[in-house]
């Protein structure tokens, strides 16, 4: 079957929940990009996250979708946060072809007093430490896993990072969010969220046209003028239309994924690929749960007893299993 394209302007709507994917062949660059409504306000909505937690959740889960839906087998891309802020873990899971899970973990009483204090950037929140990005190809394939150091920089800024030390791809990255207040068709209040990205790569079929400064490696003498090496045209033309894209146009569904294309490449003869629809949906289930807890040995299922039942609930998804000790005597 072949895979359609589309040039810009011409009948279709990618819509929420659908990356959608692009390329421009005259700045020699692909991209991504996605709208996130139902989905995203399903997931942040189940966990009650505060206002500052689940606006840095959102951005990693924009994140995960647009580079997990570029994933070309069957497998997994899991980007997880861990450091030493008031959120100190955070994890995205994509399993291809279009399912997505998410939760963070946080101090309750830090993050209030973030709040109070004003100080809830992404980089205040998740202090120092690691984010990894790691592909998993099913069991008989070796992982692969990405890790760039959090250097009181945004998700957007690692990213960009971790496509230029790991992949050498030129990569622009940009992630926004939105908390939305109106009322529904009885005059009740409603809140929702949103969310939205878009990620750009230079990816010319001369490699040489793709190189790049290399990062200070630490040795350079105080003073000295590292080696620089000019943008391409194409590549510097392509970051500046994307620096001129608000947070409003990434989240407004009145804008919409394919009407910022237009208005960002349609000189250049942007065209567009098949959306690819994300969803909602968590991995786990009572029997693979039940496999966990039948390794466990007798003192450790007698200690998780509570009310003459195992309970276990899922920490991404919400969902509580109940299991009878009986069916793991023996």
């Known amino acids: 079957m072949e895979t359609e394209i589309r040039t810009l302007g011409e009948p279709g709507f990618a819509g929420d929940d659908c990356v959608l994917p ?3 062949d005259g700045l020699d660059v692909r991209g991504r990009t996605v709208q996130l409504g139902p989905m995203i306000d399903a997931i942040l909505g189940r966990h009650d996250y505060p206002e500052p937690v689940a606006r840095l959740l959102a951005e990693a889960i924009a994140l995960t979708v647009l580079l997990g839906t570029s994933l070309k087998f069957e497998g997994k891309l899991i980007i997880q946060t861990k450091g030493d802020g008031p959120v100190d873990l955070m994890v ?3 399993t291809t072809p279009g399912s997505l899970r998410a939760y963070a973990r946080f101090d309750a009483d830090r993050v209030e007093a973030a709040e109070r204090a004003g100080t809830t950037s992404p980089t205040e ?10 592909i998993d190809q099913g069991a008989y394939m070796q992982r692969y896993q990405g890790i760039v150091e959090m ?3 945004t998700l957007e800024a690692m990213a960009e990072t971790y496509f230029r030390q790991s992949e050498q791809i030129p990569t622009i990255v940009r992630l926004a969010v939105a908390e939305l207040f109106d009322k529904d068709q009885d005059g009740n209040p409603r809140h929702s969220w949103r969310a939205g990205g878009i990620v750009v790569q230079f990816l010319p079929q001369a490699p040489d046209r793709m190189r790049q400064p290399d990062l200070p490696g630490g040795d350079e003498s105080e003073g000295a003028e590292g080696f620089h090496i000019t943008d391409d045209d194409s590549w510097a033309e392509a970051k500046a239309l994307v620096a001129t894209v608000s947070p409003g146009e990434l ?8 009407r910022l294309l237009f208005r960002l490449f349609h000189e ?8 690819v629809p994300v969803f909602d949906q968590c991995s786990c289930s009572r029997e693979r749960l039940g496999e966990v807890l039948g390794g466990f040995s007798a003192e450790e299922l007698a200690e998780s007893v509570e009310d003459g039942a195992i309970t276990v609930q899922c920490e991404f998804c919400s969902t509580a299993y109940r299991f ?3 069916e793991f005597e023996g």
């Open 151 to 153: 250097k009181g920089e």
């Open 92 to 94: 995205a899971d994509f």
């Open 324 to 326: 009878d000790p009986s």
């Open 125 to 134: 929140l998740l202090g120092n430490g690691i984010l990894a990005f790691t």
């Open 22 to 24: 692009f390329e421009v």
């Open 268 to 275: 250049r003869g942007a065209r567009v690929y098949p959306p």
């Open 251 to 258: 989240t407004d569904p009145e804008v919409g994924a394919e």
